[in-house]
């Protein structure tokens, strides 16, 4: 076969931007990648987290899916247990109250007897200069980003992990590694939960827990996308900037925890995986001024 004849190999994946299952799927790994594990996903009721819900349920775990709309996540585990077939248990948390979250893992090790995998991905987020940017509303986004993480990850490693050991995945982001502007509230809080996945992969290694880190870049279908500026991006044609020239999709990002929390990466721990395309690398570092300053309603 001449080489101009060869399939393309590195296509983004099929992928939807509303927080529906996947139309039709193409296995890249074995269906059974992890067949008999179950995952405790925070945020899992939409955007990212409900994407990688269904490809870890494709590949065979059960999952618990965490939210503070109880009625976001009933609805979210209904859709994916029709398309994949595996179980889905909808729970109500909150991740800035231990004892909120506590119930749920009790809940959730009350009906599958295991968690496997947490994945860390409830977040709070909004575009705001450092100078408006209150106190409240920057200890917000401390407490669900990284206090958030720390609770769900403790919580779990004393429940089940630290005698069976555990594999977490933290979703964070590329934002403090340049000082992106109108995010020091979010940079400050991802940048936080790296260097905790690095410390909680050296502390949790002997109880055989891997930590791992994964930051997307801007990402189709996602609340980031349409509060963060992604229409505005979208305008000034801002794809172009970025070295493989488009945004990335749930689907690719899915895969990457899929990776992570799976025995592919049994060798992997304490560091981050970027996913952007190598967007952080060249992307300008502004903003235009007309976006907006207030904070996101979701939070």
Known sequence: MAMSELPTLDLPPEDVDTDDCLLAYNYLYSPTLLKGRVAFITGGGSGIGFRIAEIFMRHGCDTIIVSRNLQRVSEA???????TGQRCLPLSGDVRDPQSLNAAVEEALRTFSRVD???????????????????NAFKTVIDIDTVGTFNASKILFERFFRDNGGVIVNITATLSFRGQVLQVHAGSAKAAIDAMTKHLAVEWGPSRVRVNSLA??????????????????????????????????????????????????SYVSGTTLVMDGGSWLTSPNHL????????SPHL
């Open 77 to 83: 585990a209904e859709k994916l247990k029709v398309a």
């Open 117 to 135: 995998i947490l994945v860390n991905n409830a977040a709070g987020n909004f575009l705001c200069p450092a100078s408006s940017l209150s106190l």
């Open 216 to 265: 997307p870049g801007p990402i189709s279908g996602t609340e980031g996308m349409r509060r963060l500026g992604g229409a505005a991006a979208e305008a000034a044609g801002i794809w172009s900037i970025i070295p493989l020239q488009r945004k990335g999709n749930k689907t690719e990002i899915a895969h990457g925890a899929l990776f992570l929390a799976s025995p592919l990466a």
């Open 288 to 295: 235009a001024p007309s976006m907006g300053t207030r904070p």
